[in-house]
């Protein structure tokens, strides 16, 4: 079976143990990823899911700090044979860290019963066009994990980047060469990560996660 990249076998490695998880995954079923390796099935996951970080790890430092969200499917078509991985399953740039605000339901700033620290939701930030305020939209927008029926589950992890300073959506866009509008499947698949990090010029990964799904 061939191996994972570099950077995400690192994080594998780094995380497999991880008892302090600092990246939560909720999905408008409820269904929440709150540490590595959970398992869910393909009903529960089939929406857009939003990403919330553990406080600690926030540019609180940097006013206006932006990240930036992907998720993989590490083992298309089969565990066994995972030829078409990683596939890009969702990438969302522009995104900033939610402040507490007595008006919001749910508050995007929360803790659950397991975690030792905060979650901070993390939102699209806003733009403004023609004098309409308008959110950032995902570059690639979020396809639900659809393995085979002859396949073993599949692995689909979570990462956060914070995002270079300076750097727009659209220049991310023209870095990796999406072009306008959703790219196909094809696109997604055999999505080079180590390439990714090397063109946007990122750090280590801020936080991540990981689930499992069964056909």
Known sequence: MPSPTSTIKKFLDQNKDNAKPDLLITFPSGTAIPAPATKA???????????????SCLRTHVPGAKYMAVSLDLDAPSPSLPLASPILHYLHTDLTAATASPF???SPVYKTDTATDTWVQLTASSVTAGGKGTLEKPLTSWLAPAPPGFSAPHRYVFLVW???????GEQVRA???LGKGEAGLWRKSRFDIEG???????????????MVVGS
């Open 175 to 177: 870095k990796l060469g």
């Open 196 to 210: 990714f990090v090397r063109k946007l010029k990122l750090g280590k990964i801020v936080a991540g996660t990981w």
């Open 41 to 55: 099935d393909k009903p529960s996951t089939s929406q857009q899911p939003t990403f919330s970080l553990a406080q």
């Open 104 to 106: 919001a339901s749910p």
């Open 162 to 168: 914070e995002q270079p300073e300076k750097m727009s």
